[in-house]
Nanobody
């Protein structure tokens, strides 16, 4: 069993910053990728940023230039630093990880419970 625990969300004024953290624990052999998605009310869940083992990073246009994703492999933790936040960034932010629990075993995608980010104007 694998758990993803997120932290760092909250209420911030427009132009402010937040740093989200997500720690993976449990039955982990290797982590192929970790990333952040978000879902605003009435909208579909969308990619924010994703980092793959080896360091390849993808950013969605929505927060590109205003966010930085990083990963601490020793701690199985991924971070998302968000700056210059706007009211339209308000959403529930979800951590995602692609994890292999055993050598030669399959990879599964896991989701965190989500953390609310609210940006006031």
């Amino acid at each position: 069993q694998v758990q993803l625990v997120e932290s760092g969300g909250g209420l911030v004024q427009s132009g402010g910053s937040l740093r989200l953290s997500c720690a993976a624990s449990g039955s982990i052999f290797s982590i192929k990728a970790m990333g952040w998605y978000r879902q605003a009310p009435g909208k579909e869940r969308e990619l924010v940023a994703r980092i793959v083992s080896g360091g390849i990073i993808n950013y969605a246009d929505s927060l590109k230039g205003r966010s930085t994703i990083s990963r601490d492999n020793a701690k199985n933790t991924v971070y998302l630093q968000m700056n210059g936040l706007k009211p339209e960034d308000t959403a529930v932010y979800y951590c995602n990880a692609e994890i292999q629990s055993a050598l030669y075993g399959p990879e599964y995608r896991y989701w965190g419970q989500g953390t609310q980010v609210t940006v006031s104007s």
